[in-house]
């Protein structure tokens, strides 16, 4: 997070960012959505058996799914843990713009692996999303994308209904991100 600037050009000490909502954790239970929010569920076929369970947990988890989608993403650890905190970012330069989010909570299970991150002040947003891999019974690998937000900001607000198409257009794309990812 880049510090505060005041006017005069000095630099003020970072404000700790917090959680933009109350309902920290909410993806876990993709059915029990918290009311007040757009809710986004997108699920795709990545594979089948178990060198693409693992292929596609790795891509997921060690942020690699976001980079290769064409977001640049900064993270405080190499693969997602509650806490780390995560920067993503499009544009370039001083074009670039970046939404801070922290991992909330993570799942490195045998049939599912995956994590979500929660916005922080700043976001443009208020929410959470989960990025999760499952195999299913019959060796199937899916890819899972599960969020809740509303806008934050005066400009995400007046975007309206141009949010959520934007949202699964990136949902879709990382489906196809971790299906190419997951055959090598």
Do not use: N
């Not at 630099?11 to 959680?19: D, G, V």
């Not at 064409?70 to 693969?79: I, N, S």
Request: glycine share 10%; hydrophobic share 35%.
């Amino acid at each position: 997070m880049t510090p505060l600037v005041h006017r005069l050009g000095r630099t003020a000490p970072e404000r700790p960012a917090r959680f933009t909502y109350q309902e920290v954790g909410a993806t876990r239970t993709p059915d029990a959505l918290p009311d007040g929010y757009h809710h986004l569920r997108h699920r795709a076929l990545v594979g089948h058996g178990r060198d693409a369970f693992e292929a596609a947990g790795t891509a997921v988890t060690s942020w690699r799914m976001h980079r290769a989608s064409g977001a640049r993403l900064r993270a405080d650890a190499d693969r997602a843990e509650p806490g780390v905190r995560v920067r993503v970012s499009i544009g370039a330069g001083p074009l670039e713009y970046g939404v801070p989010c922290e991992v909330v909570w993570t799942a490195y299970e045998e049939t599912r692996t995956g994590f979500a991150y929660g916005t922080l002040t700043g976001h443009p947003e208020t929410g959470e999303e989960s990025f999760v891999v499952e195999q299913a019974p019959d060796g199937s690998v899916w890819f899972t994308v599960t969020a809740f937000s509303r806008p934050a900001r005066w400009y995400t607000r007046l975007a309206g209904p141009l949010v959520p198409v934007a949202q699964r257009w990136y949902a879709r794309r990382l489906g196809r991100t971790v299906r190419r990812l997951a055959r090598g």
